[in-house]
């Protein structure tokens, strides 16, 4: 998990995130700029679900090690607002926005996903996490 920056740099690459329409089958593609140093890696994952939310949408919920609980909490309280970068194998698989602090070792990415996005997802990060 790495940082979206505002604007490229020497410590920065740029990866394009492609998105699928869950409707229309439609990709579009979104270049940002992603920070080089990585904040947390997968060995802090400890299990990753796609699951329906309340409101009825898909999501992939996961937990976290207690020591990455701790390192992500603390990421997710500095950086409100800012868009956390998931990148497995050199490529960004998504990039949320940090919506508040995320504390206690469990979390959740939201979107509009389908079911078959939400479980492809998880089935990424799962693998990442067991590699």
Same mark, same amino acid.
């Given at each position: 998990m790495r940082l979206v920056?505002?604007?490229?740099?020497?410590?920065?690459?740029?990866?394009v995130l492609q998105k699928k329409n869950g409707e229309t089958g439609q990709i579009s593609s979104e270049t940002v700029n992603v920070d080089k140093k990585v904040l947390l890696d997968q060995t802090s994952?400890?299990? @990753?679900?796609? %699951?329906?939310?309340?409101?009825?949408?898909?999501? @992939?919920?996961?937990?976290?090690?207690?020591?990455?609980?701790?390192?992500?909490?603390?990421?997710?309280g500095k950086n409100i607002g800012q868009r956390l970068a998931i990148v497995i194998d050199g490529k960004l698989i998504t990039a949320p926005i940090i919506q508040s602090?995320?504390?206690?070792?469990?979390?959740?990415?939201?979107?509009?996903? %389908?079911?078959?996005?939400?479980k492809d997802l998880a089935a990424k990060l799962n693998h990442a996490a067991h590699m």
């Open positions: 920056v505002d604007n490229p740099s020497a410590d920065s690459e740029q990866l994952l400890k299990s @990753v679900v796609a %699951t329906k939310g309340r409101q009825g949408n898909w999501q @992939v919920d996961f937990s976290l090690s207690p020591g990455g609980a701790e390192r992500f909490a603390e990421i997710t602090p995320i504390t206690g070792g469990r979390g959740q990415i939201t979107g509009n996903f %389908t079911k078959q996005e939400a």
